[in-house]
């Protein structure tokens, strides 16, 4: 990721006051008044690097409206912001990439969103171990979402494709069977 990717995703997830700016409705921002305080704080951006930004941005971060005169984060907020996002009908089954380290704690306490506004789910294995494999070596959890969703639990799905929730209780949780092909960790022996 780009040092000016880095700071929009502080500015727009954590720390729109850094720039002075705040989250309108929905957490969008005008472009114009992102790129001026960008440059106002030593990150001289254009408009063109910032759809560059956007378009190349392999997690998909951010979403430039369709007009591109707003921009904001499609989710990962530690700051309150609805995103206007309308309840959806989940997959039967969700996934949650994390760290074997912390899976006592998940198998006793369930998922949480810790310092985010929502527990981040993925449609798929490889994305979940893509996750975990930035918290150290990764597990891959099952979420019984459709199991949860059924029970009163409300899934939002951002403009990127991840599902978002407020917790998982353990009950909805088991790991996930991994196939090899989508394992990084090297199998036992090999270099």
């Known amino acids: 990721m780009s040092r000016a990717s880095r700071f929009l995703t502080l500015v727009l997830r954590h720390d729109p006051g850094r720039v002075g700016l705040s989250l309108g409705p929905g957490g969008?921002?005008?472009?114009?008044?992102?790129?001026?305080?960008?440059?106002?704080?030593?990150?001289?951006?254009?408009?063109?690097?910032?759809?560059?930004?956007?378009?190349?941005?392999?997690?998909?971060?951010?979403?430039?409206?369709?007009?591109?005169?707003?921009?904001?984060?499609?989710?990962?907020?530690?700051?309150?912001?609805?995103?206007g996002l309308q309840p959806l009908e989940p997959p039967e089954i969700l996934f949650h990439?994390?760290?074997?380290?912390?899976?006592?704690?998940?198998?006793?306490?369930?998922?949480?969103?810790?310092?985010?506004?929502?527990?981040?789910?993925?449609?798929?294995?490889?994305?979940?171990?893509?996750?975990?494999?930035?918290?150290?070596?990764?597990?891959?959890?099952?979420v019984a979402a459709g199991s949860m969703h059924r029970s009163g639990s409300v899934f939002l799905r951002a403009d990127n494709g991840v599902w978002l929730t407020d917790a998982v209780p353990p009950s909805a949780l088991a790991l996930a069977t991994i196939e090899p092909a989508c394992d990084p960790s090297p199998a036992p022996g090999a270099r």
Not at 100 to 116: A, N, Q
Not at 122 to 142: F, K, M, W, Y
């Open 97 to 142: 990439g994390t760290a074997t380290g912390t899976l006592d704690t998940i198998f006793r306490e369930g998922l949480k969103p810790v310092s985010r506004t929502h527990v981040h789910l993925s449609v798929d294995v490889p994305t979940a171990i893509r996750v975990g494999a930035r918290h150290g070596r990764p597990i891959v959890l099952e």
């Open 28 to 83: 969008w921002v005008a472009t114009a008044d992102l790129l001026k305080a960008l440059s106002r704080h030593g990150m001289a951006t254009t408009a063109e690097d910032l759809r560059t930004i956007v378009s190349s941005d392999d997690k998909r971060r951010f979403t430039l409206s369709d007009d591109g005169r707003r921009i904001r984060a499609a989710q990962g907020h530690s700051v309150a912001v609805d995103l």
